[in-house]
């Protein structure tokens, strides 16, 4: 059976923080295989994303994999944090190196006290043990790889020191995702790869988004979408049917689960799992 999780980010305040928790009770229902808070850009928002991973691991009866980044922190700081999350009970994080306080195309500039790669956060948590860990994919190849190769090469690289799962950012098209698994197992590494999914709801959010993580909005994605664009309604419902196939697509070729990206919404999420559940998909 596929696994199916949910990725929620961070809120701004308590009434935001107060949405997110209804979307978690009713996305509870559905029994995911683990649910993931992020970061803010930049690696804002720490102290909020860190309360309610461990809000998450102590009053439900979810499985919280925590996000931790790079971004501002001395390895003592990130230390801190594995340590906080050990507390609560939280014993799966996501080692991501995450995005320059500039943007994801910004120059990165490590902490002088701190790292300057994820692997070296894989090393961390596995050192302090306890901790399954995770890392992060990019089907279209990391902003920052010379080339796709050495992306999958990377990703391997993270695998040989203790991640034993990776999820990508978003992407629009099945073949990409394939592509990066081949290019991975290429290289000796047979790390379950969980492709992430971002139904379009709103075309101009969506697309802000793709550019900022270098993936790309496919020529027959837009076929679809921009002649909708001035009728938000038929937008969403458009965006809904292309990530449910997209999803069909993905079990069918052998993906190993699906990775929600909620926006901190249920409703759409919830459409497309329960076409998936009636396609007998899930």
């Not at 961390?124 to 890392?135: D, K, L, P, Q, W």
């Amino acid at each position: 059976m596929p696994t199916v999780s949910f990725e929620f980010f961070p809120p701004k305040d308590d009434a935001g923080e107060a949405v997110l928790w209804d979307t978690i009770t009713e996305l509870e229902a559905l029994e995911p295989t683990f649910v993931s808070i992020t970061y803010g850009a930049g690696g804002t928002s720490q102290d909020r994303t860190v309360r309610v991973t461990s809000r998450i691991a102590q009053e439900t009866t979810l499985c919280p994999v925590a996000h931790l980044t790079l971004v501002r922190q001395t390895r003592d700081e990130v230390d801190d944090v594995l340590r906080q999350y050990a507390e609560a009970g939280v014993e799966h994080v996501l080692a991501l190196r995450g995005d320059p306080p500039g943007g994801p195309r910004a120059a990165w500039e490590s902490h002088p006290d701190g790292m300057t790669y994820a692997i070296e956060l894989v090393e961390m948590a596995r050192e302090r043990g306890g901790f399954t860990v995770g890392v992060a994919a990019f089907p279209e190849g990391h902003p920052d790889a010379d080339t796709l190769d050495d992306d999958a090469r990377v990703l391997a690289e993270k695998g040989a020191a203790g991640a034993e799962f990776a999820i990508t950012q978003m992407f629009f098209r099945a073949s990409d995702y394939f592509e990066l698994v081949e290019r991975v197992r290429a290289h000796g590494s047979d790390m379950p790869i969980i492709p992430g999914i971002m139904p379009i709801l709103n075309f101009g959010q969506v697309a802000r988004m793709a550019e900022l993580s270098g993936a790309e909005m496919p020529r027959e994605v837009l076929d679809v979408i921009e002649p909708l664009a001035e009728d938000s309604a038929k937008v969403r419902a458009a965006g809904i049917e292309l990530a449910t196939q997209l999803c069909r697509d993905l079990i069918a070729g052998g993906a190993p689960g699906l990775h929600f990206i909620t926006l901190n919404r249920s409703k759409a999420t919830r459409e497309i799992w329960e076409s998936l559940r009636a396609d007998g998909v899930l």
